[in-house]
């Protein structure tokens, strides 16, 4: 077996843990010695800034819930609910349609900002800025309106 396919089959045994306990957060801690994500083909991604140093994303097969990864200075944080976040956002949207426009105006102004700051901060502004265009462009309530 080679390295990288060592590595790969490394993290899909978390992956593994993770789905058998039900979820939740692993830690590792960096003095195991245990593979670094990108040396398993795990992606660069931006979260909410926690103190961590990088965010990783790690897909396996398709439809199962990938790694997230955080790396911090002494450990790897691995966890797999960012899946759940997913589906219960999808799930307020389709309760609430017009939710959509926020949240598709967050999600494009913050891969915006990524792109264009290559920065965690450029995302989060990113995002306020579509959140803030959403807001004025949503239709107003003609009835909200004084009559004169």
């Known amino acids: ?83 759940q976040l997913t589906t219960r956002i999808l799930g307020m949207v389709e309760a609430n349609p017009a939710l959509a426009t926020y949240v598709g105006a967050a999600l494009l102004g913050g891969v915006i900002g990524s792109a264009v700051t290559g920065k965690r901060e450029g995302a989060l502004l990113g995002v306020g800025l579509g959140l803030l265009i959403a807001a004025l462009l949503q239709p107003r309530d003609p009835s909200a309106q004084p009559h004169g």
Request: net charge positive.
């Open 1 to 83: 077996m080679n390295s990288r396919a060592h590595n790969v089959e490394q993290w899909r045994q978390v992956h593994r843990q993770l789905a058998t306990n039900g979820g939740g957060t692993l830690t590792i801690p960096k003095l195991a010695r245990f593979p670094h994500p990108r040396d398993a083909g795990a992606h660069l991604t931006a979260t909410w800034p926690a103190g961590q140093i990088a965010d990783y994303l790690l897909a396996f097969e398709v439809g199962a819930a990938p790694l997230v990864i955080r790396e911090f200075t002494d450990r790897f944080e691995v966890f797999t609910n960012a899946v």
